[in-house]
C-alpha cells in the first residue's frame, strides 16, 4: 500500500532524482567494478534522500542546507557519469541522457533553494 504525502513526495525534483537514483541501480546491477557501483549508487541516492531529509526539517535554514547537500551530490554524480562513460560502463546515447538529468535535477534546486531562502 502506497501512503500518499503532502511533504517531499511531491516536489517534482525529489520525482525526478529518485527515478534517477532508480535508473543508476537498475543500469549498474550486474557491475562487477563494486568500488564504482558503490560510489556512483550512492551518490545517486544522496540526491533524493537530502531532498527529503531537508523537507522534513523544521525550518527553511535546515532545509536549504540539505538542499545544497543535495546539489552536491548531482555534481557528483554528474561527474561519474563522464568517467563512466569514458570508461566504457555507460553507452554514449544514455550518458548523455544521465548528465542532461542531473543538469536539469541541479537547476530545480537552485530554483527551489532560491524560493526558500525569499
Not at 560510489?39 to 531532498?51: D, E, F, V
Not at 531537508?54 to 568517467?83: H, M, P, W
Not at 544521465?98 to 534546486?109: A, F, G, N, P, V
Amino acid at each position: 500500500m502506497i501512503i500518499m504525502s503532502t511533504g517531499f513526495e511531491n516536489l517534482d525534483v525529489w520525482k525526478l532524482s529518485a527515478r534517477l537514483s532508480v535508473d543508476i541501480y537498475k543500469h549498474f546491477s550486474h557491475c562487477n567494478d563494486f568500488g564504482f557501483k558503490d560510489q556512483i549508487t550512492r551518490s545517486s541516492l544522496s540526491i533524493p534522500s537530502n531532498i527529503a531529509e531537508g523537507n522534513d526539517r523544521s525550518s527553511n535554514k535546515d532545509n536549504v542546507k540539505f538542499l545544497f547537500y543535495a546539489k552536491g551530490s548531482c555534481a557528483e554524480l554528474r561527474t561519474q557519469i563522464y568517467i563512466g562513460s569514458e570508461i566504457g560502463y555507460i553507452e554514449g546515447p544514455l550518458s548523455k541522457v544521465l548528465i542532461q538529468e542531473t543538469i536539469k535535477i541541479s537547476k530545480m534546486l537552485t530554483k527551489l533553494i532560491s524560493s526558500l531562502r525569499e
